[in-house]
């Protein structure tokens, strides 16, 4: 994203009230958008609690990539080495199992009961998880979590 686009907010609001996650957590989208443009926010803990739903990007009325932005100035901390203990916990166990929320036995129950077999993930391709863990591998994805 831009820096210049960032710039064109004008700080009203949409992204702010928009958000499901503010009304539950300490997230103020309005806030990182103006802060990123004038400091380093990698260490703000907020910036993890954007769900990534895309509502405020949607209602934008500047059509700013908001979300992008979010996901664009995680991305940059944890090349910093910053990362919520959680995402981090999530991100280990994506690489050991294929799956950052891997099904469990009541819900692989649960699917079987009502006709849905495994997803189509490493569940059904136990097989894939080594192809899963090159990639993250190559993508240098293992050692950013570290």
Known sequence: MKSSEILT?????????????????SLNVRRIVKDSVKKDISG????????????????CPRSIKVTDAILQLRSEAVKKGRILPAHRKVCRFLIKTGHA???????????????LGAPETVHKYPEALKEVKKILKSTGFDELVK
């Open 44 to 59: 703000e803990p907020d910036l993890w609690m954007c769900t990534t739903c895309y509502n405020c990007q949607e209602r």
């Open 101 to 115: 929320i891997p099904i469990d036995d009541v819900h692989s129950a649960i699917r079987k009961k009502i006709g």
């Open 9 to 25: 907010c004008f700080q009203c609001g949409t992204c702010t009230g928009s958000c499901p996650s503010g009304r539950y957590t």
